[in-house]
């Protein structure tokens, strides 16, 4: 008489066996699909530094594109380049959770709440033939309603004038907040001026509630509010704030107002 296949032990063997094949297969897969992954995210990066910068082109690669854009690492403090890390893996996020390499922010001096700052940050340069500035782009971050709110804000070769804005991680609520993606309203940023006179002094750029008047001489400083989204525009504007000023990039802006960097 034949034994029975359906004994409970022979059930939990073949269970295990083929949990461990699955194991060994899921393992594999990740392990060969990482660089794939990481370049992806790299790629994804360029397309997001380049499309704030309003650089993107349907008909040329984002390396193509992103040949012209010069990286480069600065220190906060200084507002001068820095080679302590590499600009090539240097990651900010990772940076901002390492006490070595980032700084406790106060209360009162942390109006973008992100709790840390990291002591580097990387900067994004678009050159002329003749080595001027012609566009700088500048990752900032700050808390909205729900979440942390990354992107990059790009400002034309005056160091002044908005050239544009996106975003590529939140998670604002749609429709509300979340209409920080909305190309319309990132539209309205362009032609913006972030301070009120020539040279790196505090940000007057923030996003107000209601629509802008155009003939106020403020409007060149102000963008419309998010419909029913007050805290996610408030999160916006403590964002141009903080790193547009003296704990962000002001120092940096200053410096190559100056010609020092």
Not at 16 to 22: K, P, S, T, Y
Not at 80 to 98: G, I, W
Request: charged content about 20%; aromatic content about 8%; some cysteine.
């Amino acid at each position: 008489m034949s034994s029975n296949n359906d004994t409970i032990q022979k059930t939990i063997i073949v269970s295990l066996l083929l949990c461990v094949i699955c194991s060994v297969l899921v393992s594999t897969a990740a392990v060969m699909l990482k660089p794939l992954q990481l370049a992806n995210i790299e790629q994804d990066m360029k397309s997001n530094i380049l499309s704030a910068a309003g650089l993107s082109d349907p008909n040329r690669t984002v390396n193509e594109l992103f040949e012209q854009i010069t990286v480069r690492i600065i220190d906060l403090e200084t507002g001068l380049y820095t080679d302590e890390v590499n600009a090539d893996t240097y990651d900010f996020r990772k940076a901002a959770r390492d006490p070595a390499l980032s700084e406790n922010l106060g209360r009162r001096d942390d109006i973008a709440s992100i709790k840390r700052k990291p002591r580097f940050m990387p900067v994004y340069l678009q050159h002329d033939a003749d080595g001027n500035i012609e566009k700088l782009i500048l990752p900032v971050y700050a808390y909205g309603l729900w979440s942390t709110m990354y992107g990059f804000l790009a400002l034309e070769g005056d160091l002044n004038t908005v050239a544009g804005i996106g975003f590529y991680e939140h998670a604002e609520t749609p429709g509300l907040g979340g209409e920080i993606d909305n190309p319309s309203w990132q539209a309205t940023w362009p032609g913006k001026k972030v301070y009120p006179g020539d040279e790196a002094e505090q940000p007057a750029l923030g996003v107000i509630k209601g629509s802008v008047d155009t003939g106020s001489p403020r409007a060149q400083h102000q963008i419309d509010g998010l419909a029913g989204a007050t805290l996610t525009s408030n999160g916006v504007s403590n964002m141009i704030k903080f790193w547009l000023g003296d704990a962000g990039y002001a120092r940096f802006i200053a410096n190559l107002h100056a010609g020092e960097v």
